[in-house]
């Protein structure tokens, strides 16, 4: 059986948590508090992290270049007559397998080679550890083909890895739309479901360590018509936990105006990721067609508050074998075994994202019925 299931808690008292630290805190944030069995088990999971002020300098740099990135996006869609020409079909092996027909446009490999070049010249022990959704080959409307190239103080990051999804949300990003309206603060379809994933993980636990979450069209001037954009990260590196995404405070609304999105599965796990104050959300969805590229960053920041993102196959067969006290969350460093392509790297278990370990647990037990 496979579903797609948004469940919704609403805090019966606000400030439960306080979150938001500045970017600058990376380097000096106290621990976020954990219960005792997750700290350890994500202490065993990074038995040598990376030292905080390299972790600081990192995050920094993986923003930085998704504000590169989301500057390429805005442009690419300025002249609408030419965008019809940066789009190109996705051959077999490359598509994802839920859609009849997929899409990747110029603005998905300019994107995806930026950030490859920018993070593997800053940390060359990143360099050849930097994976994403796309190829650096694109074919554009005239039938022209072209091979994307980016030309041109080392840091001990050789123990980390990077998923980039350059433009996640391909289809609403060719459509164009503007003019959506959200549905509670979220959006369905339209340019504000665009974002640009980097995620981080440890090479050898596959444990996400560090994502950002770049939303290049967040906000339109309604006289310029001009686009602004926002974007969130978060880092949780052995005992380091710190992020940018803010609690209500005095009553304030973390984030107005657009929140985030949920244009399809990667959407809706972003909405864990933001859900704040008086909304919260686990995300499940038993499908096969997410992939590492897609989940990676929102899975850092989620760990970064104390969620995750769990194999939802995995935590369903335990629950069955009567094991309850360790979840199994998604890791990205090992392709699937015997598939080709795309599928290599597909979370073939299907998923749930979670804020709350508790509330994880009560969607567990909803579906403790259902036949793997």
């Known amino acids: 059986m496979e579903f797609d299931l948004i469940c919704v808690w609403r805090r019966a008292a606000a400030g439960e948590r306080a979150f938001g630290a500045e970017l600058v805190a990376v380097t000096a944030a106290a621990p976020a508090?954990?219960?005792?069995?997750v700290t350890t088990r994500r202490r065993a999971e990074m038995t040598s992290p990376p030292q905080t002020a390299e972790m600081s300098e990192l995050v920094r740099a993986l923003v930085r270049a998704s504000e590169k990135a989301a500057n390429i996006a805005r442009a690419c869609r300025q002249e609408e007559s030419l965008f019809g020409l940066l789009i190109e079909e996705k051959k077999e092996g490359e598509k994802n397998k839920k859609f009849?027909?997929?899409?990747?446009t110029l603005a998905d490999v300019l994107v995806q080679e930026v950030i490859r070049h920018?993070?593997?010249k800053q940390f060359p022990g990143l360099a050849n550890n930097i994976f994403g959704e796309e190829s650096n080959e694109f074919m554009n409307g005239l039938g022209e083909k072209i091979e994307v190239r980016?030309?041109?103080?080392?840091?001990d990051t050789s123990r980390l890895g990077l998923w980039v999804d350059p433009i996640d949300s391909t289809l609403q990003y060719i459509r164009g739309l503007s003019d959506c309206v959200p549905q509670q603060q979220i959006f369905s379809q339209g340019l504000q479901c665009v974002t640009v994933?980097?995620?981080?993980?440890?090479?050898?636990?596959?444990a996400p360590v560090m994502g950002v979450i770049n939303q290049p069209f967040s906000l339109q001037d309604p006289e310029t018509l001009r686009w602004?954009?926002?974007y969130y990260w978060g880092v949780s590196s052995g005992l380091c936990n710190v992020n940018s995404i803010q609690s209500p405070a005095g009553g304030a609304k973390a984030?107005?105006?657009?929140a985030l999105t949920a244009s399809g599965q990667q959407g809706a796990l972003h909405s864990a990721v933001l859900s704040t104050g008086e909304t919260e959300y686990v995300y499940v969805f038993s499908e096969d067609t997410t992939f590492r590229w897609d989940c990676c960053a929102a899975h850092a920041i989620l760990r970064s508050l104390g969620g995750g993102v769990a194999d939802l196959k995995e935590c369903l067969r335990l629950r069955h074998a009567g094991t309850l006290e360790d979840q199994p969350?998604?890791?990205y460093h090992r392709p699937v075994g015997g598939a080709t392509g795309a599928e290599r790297w597909a979370n073939q278990g299907g998923l749930v994202a979670y804020r709350s370990r508790a509330h994880l647990d009560a969607v567990l037990e909803l579906l403790a019925n259902i036949p793997l």
Do not use: M, N, W
């Open 150 to 155: 980016v030309c041109e103080t080392e840091q």
């Open 197 to 206: 994933l980097i995620g981080v993980y440890h090479l050898q636990t596959g």
């Open 33 to 37: 508090q954990r219960p005792d069995s």
């Open 118 to 120: 920018d993070i593997g």
């Open 228 to 230: 602004t954009g926002q």
């Open 255 to 258: 984030h107005p105006g657009s």
């Open 329 to 331: 969350e998604l890791a």
């Open 100 to 104: 009849v027909t997929d899409f990747k």
